[in-house]
């Protein structure tokens, strides 16, 4: 059944009535690019770029970082690749910085917080990546954005970045598009301001329905409401998805909701632009996508939307899923 589900895996993911949607990979380290291709992904929708930054005692310089991101970006040609900045903080730490000392640190100084308070170490990874856009389709986003003051700060560096480089000689894509993550439901309510801001959106739902719940994604006393159908859940990405088509830019979503076979069908109601999942999900969920058409989407996006309970819509997605597969 695996190796059938395999096979197809390399055919677009478009519905029966004719809709496209993007089918890209979450990766961790840039050996995974394999695994990516393998599995059918129609490149990489978010690079976690800490990981090459944990378990070292010192620090990734430009040089070592520009290498990998070369080889991804050339590798992955014409496919693209969408750098996520550090993503530290939090429960991801590096030794070279310590212990923050934070008794709350998922609200502490994690991702964009960190990187503008160290802006040397983001400026090293900001040129390692304009670099890499010489080499292929590079996208860059921002993560755990909550503000518009957040987002200008970020490209103030990144526009630094490029004239250093500019003044080097050294080569860089002046058009790479620069997106941003919705993690935070403060981001949510401005999305309609943040969309002027940037090129696209991407929906982090791990941390979006941590902080929108408020319930801790590690903690498993709590992981009975960690509820992706959840109907605030789905109100705030249908919030985000409106206001990025509003403002004529693209909006994805990274987080392991897309990987879900029970909320995807959800999410092409909403037109949804792309998913982004871990590779290994890639050939179930084109499937899925292939196996589906837009029209029921929308209908079923329609009554869900309508419903108070996680209970309800869960028998919902269910009938749904019975009916289709
Ligand atoms: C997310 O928050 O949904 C996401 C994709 O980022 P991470 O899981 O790396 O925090
Ligand atoms: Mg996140």
New binding site residues.
Partial sequence: YTRKIKRHCHLPAETIDGSRVQVLA?IELVEEVASVLDNGGEGVG?Y?TEYAYLNRTDLPGEEELAEKYIDLASIMSPKKVVFRTL?LGADKFISSYGELGETNPAMGLRAIRFCLKNPQLFKTQLRAILRASAHGKVSLMF?MISGVKEVRQAKAWLAQAKAELRREGVEYDPDMPVGI?I?LPAAVMIAEYLAYEVDFFSI?????IQYSIGVDRTNHHVSYLYQPLHPATLRTIKLVVDAAHQAGIEVSL???VASDPFCVPILLGMGIDSLSLTPQAIPGIKRIIRQTNMHDCRKLLKEVLECRTVGRINDLVMDNIFKHF
């Fill in positions: 979450n978010l976690r993503d993560p993550m993690e982090g739902t791990n941390d979006l990274c987080g392991e």
